[in-house]
Structures are given as structure tokens and as C-alpha cells.
């Protein structure tokens, strides 16, 4: 009896021991987000980016990847491309695994960090503002609705304020089908759609996707932010309308992990630099010039 306890405790205290290192481990990696120090050391920037219109186009170019590819030459680190997905790209930031409720958020546990600023596009969102942090605005933005230019819905004649224009889209939606995508700007709920009298469906492709969606008819209309509108109005010039807006003005910027206060501190002042020097207009001129027809005052104001 006494040699199968002995067996038996160091069993035990083996598993003991294997279990504290795997949490020692795993804890490290999920929950560990680097700062500007740990970067600079390492000598590598690592850019989280999901592919998005004209952000991160997938062939190793866009704002956000030339932008941070500038960024870490200017702390002197290497830059390094993560490939990521909407679902995924705040728990790879943080460590949190995270889902929206509203503008509340719910954590749903702990995954490893794989990366070190997030850069594609992202909406300022207040659920989105609880488990991280935002550069200074980089982009304008706002989720207008998107039909098929064949559709009998007309787009409405804006009234010069923002708020009777959301109102009177709105009025339009009533018995038909929208597009939206979960945990991103283009959520549903965040809108009050079904409260309007519509139909709403959860799109499981990418956002890029969403247009043709509609062009093929999987829906009546799709929620749409305005530079994946720009990019679809572009290729699609005569397929899809823009009918009006369903949301206030909106920015995008990076993101940050809470616990790196310097890097999201050295990334605002590069910002600044780049608006001075030129720099950050050329890259918008470059991938987005229709912008400036639609929100001039936000180039003008330096913002």
C-alpha cells in the first residue's frame, strides 16, 4: 500500500507541475500584450490586419499597411504582416476572446496575443473602446445602405441633417431583407433595423463580399461603411445605389492594446508627422481620392 501511494503522490505532484507550467505558459501568451520597449527589444512590429477594401487589399499593400510599415521604420523595428479575421483581431490584440452586446461587450475568456496594432479599417465603436484603445481618427467614416441600382427603393434627397436623413431611410426598409455582419460597424442590432420593420441576416462571408452579394440577390439591400462603398462603387458603378445614411459620422483608427500606452503614444505622434509632412494626404489621394468629395471638412480640419 505504501509503494502504490508513493507511485501514486508522484504522479501527482508530475501532473502538479505540468499543469502550473501549461498555465504559467498559456497565461503568458494569451494575456501579455507587448509595449513599445518589448517592441523596440524584440525589432519587430507585428500589424495585425484583416483584409478590407482598400485598407489591407490582400497583395501586400493599402493605407493601413503602408501606414504601419512606415511606423515601425520610424521606432526602428522590422514590420511583420499577421494575417487575421474580424472574429479574431481583438483577442489577437488583447488576450480577451470577446463578443458584442450592443455597446456593452462580453469577455469569453483568454487567447494568445499574436499581434501588436491592429490596422484595417477599424470603427470606432463604443463596446469596441472597453477592451482597447484607438489612435487619433485616420479615416471617415459612416454605414450608409446599399441596394442594387435596379431596385425600385430611390435614395433619398439629404435635408442637411443627419439625423432626418437616417430617419427617412429608415421609413423605406420596412418589409425587406439587409445584410449586416456580426461584430463589426455593419452589426444589425447596432442600427435598430428590425425595429424599422425590416429583415436582418447575418452575412457569413467577408465584408468585401457584401456588394455582390446583393448583385447576385441573397438580399434587398446591405449595410456598407463608406470605404468598402467607395471601393464597390468603383468597381460596380452601375449595379448598386447608395440610398442614404444609417449612422452619424464615424472614424476609424488603430488599435491598441490597453497595456501598451507607449506604442499607441509613439503611433499618434508619427501620425501628426505624417499630416505635416504630407505624407498621410498622399497615402489618402493614393487609395481613396473620391473620399474627399464626401468629407472634406475632416481633411481640411487636420483631424
Not at 76 to 102: F, M, P, Q
Not at 125 to 135: A, E, F, G, I, N
Not at 244 to 260: D, I, N, R, V, W
Request: with cysteine.
Amino acid at each position: 500500500m505504501k509503494h502504490k501511494n508513493n507511485r501514486y503522490f508522484k504522479f501527482m505532484s508530475k501532473a502538479c507541475l505540468f499543469m502550473t507550467l501549461f498555465l504559467i505558459v498559456f497565461r503568458g501568451s494569451s494575456t501579455d500584450a507587448r509595449d513599445l520597449f518589448e517592441i523596440q527589444k524584440s525589432g519587430i512590429l507585428r500589424h495585425l490586419g484583416v483584409p478590407y477594401a482598400n485598407f489591407v487589399t490582400g497583395s501586400g499593400d493599402g493605407l493601413d499597411v503602408e501606414l504601419t510599415i512606415l511606423f515601425a521604420r520610424h521606432i526602428g523595428v522590422r514590420y511583420e504582416y499577421v494575417n487575421t479575421s474580424w472574429e479574431t483581431v481583438i483577442g489577437d490584440l488583447t488576450g480577451l476572446k470577446v463578443s458584442a452586446r450592443g455597446e456593452d461587450v462580453e469577455i469569453l475568456g483568454h487567447v494568445p496575443v499574436k499581434g501588436d496594432i491592429i490596422a484595417n479599417g477599424l470603427t470606432i465603436l463604443p463596446w469596441r473602446q472597453k477592451v482597447l484603445d484607438y489612435s487619433t481618427p485616420v479615416f471617415p467614416t459612416q454605414v450608409w445602405l446599399v441596394l442594387k441600382a435596379d431596385s425600385p427603393i430611390k435614395p433619398i434627397k439629404p435635408s442637411g441633417s443627419t439625423e432626418k436623413d437616417i430617419a427617412a431611410v429608415k421609413i423605406l426598409l420596412k418589409g425587406h431583407t439587409i445584410l449586416g455582419v456580426a461584430n463589426t460597424c455593419l452589426e444589425p442590432s447596432l442600427y435598430d433595423l428590425e425595429e424599422a420593420g425590416s429583415k436582418t441576416t447575418l452575412f457569413a462571408g467577408r465584408l468585401n463580399e457584401l456588394a455582390h452579394a446583393i448583385i447576385k440577390g441573397e438580399a434587398d439591400a446591405t449595410l456598407l461603411d463608406v470605404p468598402d462603398a467607395l471601393v464597390a462603387l468603383d468597381k460596380w458603378p452601375a449595379r448598386i445605389k447608395v440610398v442614404g445614411p444609417l449612422s452619424p459620422m464615424q472614424t476609424m483608427a488603430c488599435g491598441f492594446s490597453k497595456t501598451s500606452p507607449d506604442l499607441r503614444e509613439a503611433f499618434n505622434k508619427f501620425l501628426e508627422k505624417c499630416r505635416q509632412d504630407g505624407t498621410y494626404l498622399g497615402l489618402i489621394k493614393k487609395y481613396y481620392p473620391a473620399v474627399f468629395n464626401y468629407y472634406p471638412e475632416f481633411f481640411k480640419s487636420g483631424v
